[in-house]
């Protein structure tokens, strides 16, 4: 098994994530690896139906098809880190002194910015995951967002070299290989990594929950990748989409 083989490559698509789960439901034989990738993502899609703003050619839009029947549902989440801890790594590869974030639950920072968006949907049969569909939206080469209330950022920003989309796509799938190795034979420690690149971890900071803000700061994940948060009232354990950072005070 190789990621990207095969690669199902459009000019146009409306969400990578969608085309993967169609295909899924209409081929029996779909496998393991298998890529969507699309140079111009029109309706992409990030947590909370958040809208994925990425400008033609650009960037790089795809999906990642994986059948982790091996992994137990409660520890999905490795998924996530997995995930995050390849495109950090792909960040790393092009500018190695630039400081690199992974924003609970799936978004990866250049310092205070947003490089990279991460969206994974699961099938389940009982209780085993069928599948894994991977959506990744990584800025590239892009250099304005006006149509983004905050400024993301792009590799090629920082990059101490010239950047070629189709090589960074390769860059990246061979990490995300060799950590879906890894997370499957060695998970602790890849999740420590995970847990000390966490954005604002340690960092008093501003959080919104439940309509309501309070200030508190990030400890670490539990074993289900449930984010711990120190408070005035204590450890708090949040699950995701019940937290997030309360941009009209900080961020």
Same mark, same amino acid.
């Given at each position: 098994?190789?990621?990207?083989?095969?690669?199902?490559?459009?000019?146009?698509?409306?969400?990578?994530?969608?085309?993967?789960?169609? *295909?899924?439901?209409?081929?029996?034989?779909?496998?393991?690896?298998?890529?969507?990738?699309?140079?111009?993502?029109?309706?992409?899609?990030?947590?909370?139906?958040?809208?994925?703003?990425?400008?033609?050619?650009?960037? /790089?839009?795809?999906?990642?098809?994986?059948?982790?029947?091996? *992994?137990? #549902? %409660? %520890?999905?989440?490795?998924?996530?880190?997995?995930?995050?801890?390849?495109?950090?790594?792909?960040?790393?590869?092009?500018?190695?002194?630039?400081?690199?974030?992974?924003?609970?639950?799936?978004?990866?920072?250049?310092?205070?910015?947003?490089?990279?968006?991460?969206?994974?949907?699961?099938?389940?049969?009982?209780?085993? #995951?069928?599948?894994?569909?991977?959506?990744?939206?990584?800025?590239?080469?892009?250099?304005?967002?006006?149509?983004?209330?905050?400024?993301?950022?792009?590799?090629?920003?920082?990059?101490?070299?010239?950047?070629?989309?189709?090589?960074?796509?390769?860059?990246?799938?061979?990490? *995300?290989?060799? +950590?879906?190795?890894?997370?499957?034979?060695?998970?602790?420690? +890849?999740?420590?990594?995970?847990?000390? *690149?966490?954005?604002?971890?340690?960092?008093?900071?501003?959080?919104?929950?439940?309509? %309501?803000?309070?200030?508190?700061? /990030?400890?670490?994940?539990?074993?289900?990748?449930?984010?711990?948060?120190?408070?005035?009232?204590? +450890?708090?354990?949040?699950?995701?989409?019940?937290?997030?950072?309360?941009?009209?005070?900080?961020?």
């Amino acid at each position: 098994m190789k990621f990207g083989l095969p690669t199902y490559t459009f000019d146009v698509l409306d969400s990578t994530n969608a085309y993967a789960a169609q *295909l899924l439901d209409t081929q029996q034989d779909v496998a393991e690896g298998t890529v969507i990738d699309t140079r111009h993502q029109t309706n992409g899609q990030g947590q909370k139906d958040r809208i994925w703003y990425s400008n033609p050619g650009q960037n /790089i839009t795809l999906s990642l098809i994986l059948k982790p029947a091996w *992994l137990p #549902i %409660r %520890r999905q989440f490795w998924l996530n880190v997995m995930t995050s801890m390849a495109i950090v790594r792909t960040v790393k590869h092009y500018a190695e002194d630039t400081e690199v974030k992974v924003k609970w639950p799936n978004d990866v920072y250049i310092k205070d910015n947003k490089v990279s968006g991460i969206l994974i949907r699961l099938g389940l049969q009982g209780s085993t #995951i069928q599948y894994a569909i991977v959506g990744i939206g990584l800025n590239v080469l892009q250099q304005q967002w006006p149509h983004c209330p905050s400024q993301p950022v792009s590799l090629s920003m920082c990059a101490d070299q010239m950047l070629s989309i189709d090589e960074v796509k390769g860059v990246l799938l061979q990490h *995300l290989h060799a +950590l879906y190795d890894e997370i499957r034979s060695d998970p602790e420690r +890849l999740v420590q990594t995970y847990i000390d *690149l966490l954005y604002k971890k340690g960092i008093e900071t501003d959080f919104m929950y439940d309509n %309501r803000s309070f200030r508190g700061a /990030i400890r670490s994940i539990d074993a289900s990748g449930r984010l711990l948060v120190d408070t005035q009232d204590g +450890l708090r354990t949040f699950e995701v989409g019940e937290i997030s950072f309360d941009n009209s005070i900080s961020e």
